[in-house]
């Protein structure tokens, strides 16, 4: 079945019940505040959960709002020229608490900005389209946040918490005020062809996706550039995510094109205190980026990175291919245990391919955090730096197999195709990491 709602491509019917937001007072013409239609028809949209849920078309046009909630068992759909613009006057967007596993604000201690668009506690929720557009003009707050001008942590674009069932698809996300889509504590979630966008410079913290203490995800099919990580997978900062304890797990990864002029294509961490694991990385090209891929973690998180696994990478024009830190720190406060170390073992790299790259791998364990049991597996890596150590290692265990270029550091036992040993590495703990290259 199909419903009509201006000019374009019919939009299907997804739910049992179908309703336009112009039949809620919505007018769409980038001028007009949209905020009480959206409130009014999401909240009509609440009353059909128990029969299947109600869909919200989004029609063409612009349509401009101050940050809503949704509600359970619905979906939003976006026309193909349909753009959802969030206000621009931070005093329109709702103080919210900070997040039991960060304790402060991510930029300021207290309160922080809500999200344009908000859930809490659902179940069943699609946000998808013909390609449509929620664009969260995210302009005045990276300036002001630039000249620190704001007291508060900004807002995501997205956010959606403590739920489960969630689907993102067909979409475009842009210019967030903050991180773009963050999933937090919520399970069962799927992201597929979705673009998220933002300038890759000064436009800072806009994250693409950022899986928190998240369980059961799929990210497919996407392109992001932005102006930080495109992907980044969190579970809780210090002291405070230990206590609440809810790990980031059971994550695929797959088909991605990204950029990050600024920080990772896909990273995990730093805040990573309630645990990672189970996280599968593969088909993805990393492009015109500062790193590909990157795991960073610090003394006072506690927790732990395992079983994570990257294969079939492509780097094409990285500063650094695969990075490993354990010295990042940043912590909410001073309160951090100096005795809570992370761990970060069982990590994979396999069929990982790139050209222009000037340090392939830089994997800078310590003595307090040893990266243990890193493999390697059919690895050619086009490097622009002519020099020694440009595969650099520091506190690392591991293999590898077969043939691996470049060189790989001492640190790591040598084995044939066949995974019979021919070196054992005698030196786990030498250090040859330089940050000059």
Not at 59 to 70: E, I, Q, R, S, Y
Not at 285 to 313: E, F, M, P, Q
Request: glycine share 10%; charged share 25%; aromatic share 8%.
């Amino acid at each position: 079945m199909l419903a009509k709602a201006g000019p374009g491509r019919p939009i299907p019917k997804m739910r049992p019940f179908v309703f336009n937001l112009t039949d809620f007072g919505g007018i769409g013409d980038g001028v007009a505040d949209e905020t009480a239609a959206f409130e009014r028809a999401i909240m009509t949209i609440s009353k059909f959960g128990k029969r299947g849920g109600a869909q919200l078309n989004v029609p063409p046009g612009k349509w401009l709002t101050a940050p809503f909630n949704l509600t359970s068992h619905m979906t939003l759909f976006l026309a193909g020229d349909a753009e959802i613009l969030g206000v621009q006057d931070e005093k329109r967007w709702p103080l919210m608490p900070p997040l039991p596993s960060y304790g402060h604000g991510r930029e300021h201690k207290g309160a922080r900005f809500g999200s344009l668009i908000h859930g809490q506690n659902l179940r069943d929720v699609v946000i998808t389209g013909h390609n449509g557009t929620i664009n969260g003009q995210g302009q005045s707050w990276w300036k002001k946040f630039r000249q620190k001008l704001l007291n508060n942590t900004r807002g995501p674009l997205v956010q959606i918490m403590w739920s489960s069932d969630i689907v993102i698809s067909s979409i475009t996300l842009r210019d967030s005020p903050f991180w773009t889509f963050h999933p937090y504590d919520c399970k069962n979630i799927t992201v597929r062809n979705v673009t998220i966008l933002a300038p890759i410079f000064e436009a800072p913290n806009t994250d693409g996706i950022d899986p928190d203490s998240c369980e059961d995800m799929v990210i497919e099919d996407c392109y992001i550039s932005v102006g930080d990580d495109a992907i980044a997978i969190k579970s809780g900062w210090d002291q405070y995510g230990i206590a609440y304890g809810r790990s980031s797990r059971n994550i695929l990864i797959r088909n991605l094109i990204v950029r990050s002029m600024v920080s990772a294509g896909v990273s995990i961490g730093s805040e990573m205190s309630g645990g990672v694991s189970n996280v599968t990385v593969e088909n993805v090209l990393i492009w015109s980026s500062r790193r590909a891929v990157r795991i960073k973690t610090a003394v006072g998180r506690g927790g732990y990175v395992r079983d994570i696994t990257y294969r079939n990478l492509t780097f094409d024009g990285a500063r650094v291919g695969i990075v490993i830190k354990t010295d990042y720190n940043e912590h909410p406060d001073d309160d951090f245990d100096r005795k809570a170390l992370p761990v970060v073992r069982d990590i994979s790299f396999t069929e990982i391919y790139g050209q222009g790259v000037r340090v392939p791998v830089r994997i800078h364990g310590s003595k307090d955090i040893p990266i243990r049991n890193v493999t390697f597996r059919d690895m050619s890596i086009g490097i622009t730096y002519k020099r020694k150590h440009v595969f650099q290692c520091a506190y690392v265990e591991g293999s590898v197999i077969g043939t691996v270029f470049p060189a790989p550091c001492e640190n790591l036992d040598r084995y044939d195709e066949e995974e019979r040993l021919v070196l054992r590495s005698e030196a786990q703990n030498v250090t040859d990491i330089d940050y000059d290259i």
